[in-house]
């Protein structure tokens, strides 16, 4: 099992910043990937970005590159969200999650494959 805690989330205005972080605990040695996903109140959940826990690899979906880097610390077991440029768009919940399947070339933006999840952080963007 890995459990994940996210962290970092809040209220901002439009352009403003925000980190946000998620702590992985348990069989981390397990994990392939790390993504990021948000869900806005009445929407489905989106990915919103990824990143390889050996390695650098990156991938991001197209409404927030150039805005968005997601990024690790393996000595902390942190995956790290820096929002920049923030749009009352980018309002939602925003989860971490854990992909263990190993192997898989590219990036999973499928919600269902992520097998852990942690409880998520709420990121309103007044304008």
């Known amino acids: 099992q890995v459990q994940l805690v996210e962290s970092g989330g809040g209220l901002v205005q439009a352009g403003a910043s925000l980190r946000l972080s998620c702590a992985a605990s348990?069989?981390?040695?397990?994990?392939?990937?790390m993504g990021w996903f948000r869900q806005a109140p009445g929407k489905e959940r989106e990915f919103v970005a990824a990143i390889r826990w050996s390695g650098d690899n990156t991938h991001y979906t197209d409404s927030v590159k150039g805005r968005f880097t997601i990024s690790k610390d393996n000595a902390k077991n942190t995956v790290y969200l820096e929002m920049n440029s923030l749009k009352a768009e980018d309002t939602a919940v925003y989860y971490c999650a854990a992909d263990t399947t190993i192997g898989v070339p590219g990036f999973r933006v499928t919600s269902g494959v992520y097998e852990f999840w942690g409880q998520g952080t709420q990121v309103t963007v007044s304008s």
């Open positions: 348990g069989r981390t040695f397990s994990i392939y990937a």
